[in-house]
């Protein structure tokens, strides 16, 4: 309901709207596709959420590949160079230009791509029309550089996490794609910030800086995030609240287990896990050789949110992820949070 219901809110004055097209079973992008009749489509990476209703990976990929399929002819299609999916959608799409002589690559006489066009983005390929290698990551920004169409250029966006690194390259090839100027795009990328609950920095009372990251889970972001921690500077200690990740129906067991062992190769001194998957969450971290403060509770419990809390001090750094139906913002509040407003 929520695309439908996005249209019918637009302004009447409206010249672009971006919709988000989620889906947990087949057939529902090609839906909305048909409802919004976009100009330009995108699939931004394929992970393991929602493998529930699907049973593998390849079966989410084949959902999200509607969005290409049945897109237009004349809908400009962007591609993600960087995850194996979703660059076998991009090389299909070329075969089917090819199979058809269209040029993908023809410009209009206005100097603008032409609709039909294909766009690309990848950290890896550098003949992508937007390529963004990274520089530095921290705790609250990222900086890198790369080239747009052919501007090169460098920035520095205050946000968390290597992974948005991918998401900054979407956001930028959507706009060139939509014909934004490569130096607009520039300058508009450090004005870019998360939303609630999505990487989102918070700070408490007591001095300690979290990261609340609530609005979802699974295996592919749950990763992200201890590679991050990893390479994170921390004065104080890490603490690693984290919740059950759902969605995953028969891999649910073995995701967790593999979640728990990544999470004790990240250098975290305070783990609580709270969900019906906590000891194959426990067992995975135990097999990592982690032997510090962990604590497991089959569902979210206020005494050992306040118990956890209480552990937080000034130079800490807490990071708070799960599934969107934890509702993990009960803890960022148990943590007397500075400016935080919950959903």
Same mark, same amino acid.
Request: proline share 3%.
């Given at each position: 309901?929520?695309?439908p219901l996005?249209?019918?809110n637009?302004p009447?004055d409206? +010249?672009?709207?971006?919709?988000?097209?989620?889906?947990?079973h087949?057939?529902e992008?090609?839906d909305l596709?048909?409802?919004?009749d /976009? +100009?330009i489509?995108?699939?931004t990476?394929?992970?393991?959420?929602?493998i529930?209703?699907?049973g593998?990976?390849?079966k989410?990929?084949?959902a999200?590949?509607?969005i290409?399929?049945?897109a237009g002819p004349?809908?400009?299609?962007?591609y993600?160079l960087?995850n194996?999916?979703t660059l076998k959608?991009?090389?299909?799409e070329?075969r089917q230009?090819?199979?058809?002589?269209?040029d993908?690559?023809r410009?209009?006489?206005n100097n603008t791509?032409?609709?039909g066009?294909i766009?690309?983005?990848?950290?890896?390929h550098?003949?992508?029309?937007?390529?963004?290698?990274?520089?530095e990551a921290q705790?609250n920004y990222l900086?890198?550089?790369?080239?747009?169409?052919?501007?090169?250029g460098?920035?520095k966006?205050?946000i968390?996490?290597?992974?948005?690194?991918?998401?900054?390259?979407a956001?930028?090839t959507?706009?060139?794609?939509?014909?934004l100027?490569?130096?607009?795009?520039w300058?508009?990328?450090?004005?870019?910030?998360?939303?609630?609950?999505?990487?989102?920095?918070?700070k408490?009372?007591?001095?300690?800086?979290?990261i609340?990251?609530?609005y979802?889970a699974n295996p +592919?972001?749950?990763s992200?995030?201890?590679?991050?921690i990893?390479?994170l500077?921390?004065k104080?200690?890490?603490v690693g609240?984290?919740g059950?990740?759902?969605?995953?129906g028969s891999?649910?067991e073995?995701?967790h287990?593999?979640?728990?062992r990544?999470?004790?190769?990240?250098n975290?001194?305070?783990v609580?896990?709270?969900g /019906?998957h906590?000891?194959a969450?426990?067992?995975g971290?135990r097999s990592?050789g982690?032997?510090k403060n962990l604590?497991?509770?089959?569902?979210?419990?206020?005494?050992?949110a306040?118990e956890?809390?209480?552990?937080?001090r000034?130079?800490?750094?807490?990071?708070?992820?799960g599934?969107r139906?934890?509702?993990l913002?009960?803890?960022?509040?148990a943590?007397n /949070?500075?400016d935080?407003?919950?959903?």
């Amino acid at each position: 309901l929520c695309v439908p219901l996005s249209l019918a809110n637009l302004p009447n004055d409206c +010249d672009y709207a971006i919709l988000e097209m989620g889906m947990n079973h087949a057939g529902e992008i090609a839906d909305l596709v048909k409802i919004a009749d /976009p +100009d330009i489509v995108m699939c931004t990476t394929v992970g393991k959420a929602h493998i529930e209703a699907f049973g593998s990976i390849e079966k989410i990929a084949q959902a999200k590949q509607e969005i290409y399929k049945e897109a237009g002819p004349e809908a400009i299609r962007i591609y993600n160079l960087d995850n194996p999916f979703t660059l076998k959608m991009y090389e299909e799409e070329k075969r089917q230009f090819t199979n058809n002589n269209v040029d993908a690559n023809r410009v209009d006489v206005n100097n603008t791509y032409a609709k039909g066009r294909i766009f690309c983005f990848s950290s890896v390929h550098s003949n992508a029309e937007v390529s963004f290698r990274l520089l530095e990551a921290q705790a609250n920004y990222l900086a890198f550089e790369g080239h747009i169409g052919r501007v090169k250029g460098q920035a520095k966006v205050n946000i968390f996490g290597v992974q948005n690194i991918n998401n900054l390259m979407a956001a930028a090839t959507m706009a060139y794609a939509a014909g934004l100027s490569p130096e607009k795009i520039w300058q508009a990328l450090p004005l870019c910030q998360t939303t609630w609950g999505r990487n989102q920095w918070v700070k408490l009372k007591s001095g300690a800086q979290m990261i609340f990251d609530g609005y979802n889970a699974n295996p +592919d972001s749950m990763s992200a995030l201890f590679e991050n921690i990893k390479i994170l500077s921390c004065k104080g200690k890490r603490v690693g609240v984290f919740g059950e990740m759902r969605e995953l129906g028969s891999a649910a067991e073995e995701s967790h287990f593999e979640v728990g062992r990544l999470a004790g190769q990240s250098n975290l001194d305070v783990v609580w896990f709270s969900g /019906p998957h906590a000891e194959a969450f426990g067992a995975g971290l135990r097999s990592s050789g982690f032997s510090k403060n962990l604590i497991l509770s089959d569902s979210y419990n206020d005494l050992l949110a306040n118990e956890v809390a209480n552990m937080v001090r000034g130079e800490d750094t807490v990071f708070v992820k799960g599934s969107r139906g934890n509702q993990l913002e009960r803890f960022v509040l148990a943590c007397n /949070p500075i400016d935080f407003f919950e959903k």
